[in-house]
């Protein structure tokens, strides 16, 4: 009922950037946050930047200075930059939205996560 994709990740050195890209379709009444997290091998998935409906954002401190999320929560999007990359970033990227949305003749609440994009940084 709800769908988030994500796009963007890839192989990139260290210094270098990136830029993840997220859309939620479906029948989406409306979005209270969205972000991103990652995971990496062996370790739990960590929050990494969220934007809410009130434009108030936060950021993990390991990539603060480095990362920038923007994006439409009305339009149900949300992007992130990330500079001067690190190998510490090499982690699959999820996309995650806390939303409502129309089932059949209910509204329901929903945590929707993204199937993940690989980023991986060279050293």
């Known amino acids: 009922q709800v769908q988030l994709v994500e796009s963007g990740g890839g192989l990139v050195q260290a210094g270098g950037s990136l830029r993840l890209s997220c859309a939620a379709s479906?029948?989406?009444?409306?979005?209270?946050?969205m972000g991103w997290y990652r995971q990496s091998s062996g370790n739990e998935r960590e929050l990494v930047a969220r934007i809410d409906s009130g434009d108030y954002i936060t950021y993990s401190d390991s990539v603060k200075g480095r990362f920038t999320i923007s994006g439409d929560i009305a339009k149900n999007t949300v992007y992130l930059q990330m500079n001067s990359l690190k190998p510490e970033d090499t982690a699959v990227y999820y996309c995650?939205?806390?939303?409502?949305?129309?089932?059949?003749?209910?509204?329901?609440?929903?945590?929707?996560w993204g199937k993940g994009t690989l980023v991986t940084v060279s050293s």
């Open positions: 479906g029948r989406i009444l409306g979005v209270n946050t």
């Open positions: 995650n939205a806390v939303l409502t949305f129309y089932s059949g003749f209910s509204i329901r609440a929903a945590d929707s």
